[in-house]
């Protein structure tokens, strides 16, 4: 079994690095020349499962990319940035010098942008990996940077930090697999198309 991940493309504010959660952003004109672009993926290739994030800029990459009948699942939502959603690790680090959202963690924001840890990230990870185990065949997952590395992470049982080493662009792919029929590596990590 691989998996296939997919970053999704560009958005404005992924241009602009401003952290981007649970705000629904649409694709850039880029983004969905990214999103057509993982198409060479895709195409052709049927697959036991697949699992895309709820943000349209997923669902678009999606659709883009031709991945088929898909099966919408919250827990692939990026990871929640609470109050400093929008907002990008230079403008943080104003206020808070040397920032880093791995080590440090965000603050509570409103209503819609509580905040989560990234042992919440992780839980969710683990849930996403359950289904993906559980499936007879090749698995494509469409999300984002940090609920995919820290998926990634999880794959390798590592603990959900350790996405951190794991950096990951927009419109690009990535593979997961096993090495002996039983140990989970990494195949590809971070490939344009």
Known sequence: MNVILLRHGETEWSRAGRHTGRTDL?????GEEEARALSRLVAGRSFALVLVSPAQRARRTAELAGAGPYEVDPNLWEWDYGGYEGISTADIRRSRPGWYVWRDGVVPGDEAHPGETVE?????ADKVLARIRSADGDVLVVAHAHILRVLAARWLSLPADHGRHLRLDTGTYSVLGYEHDDEPVLLRWNVPT
Request: aromatic share 0%.
């Open 26 to 30: 649409p694709l850039t004109p880029h």
């Open 120 to 124: 919440h990230v992780g839980e969710r």
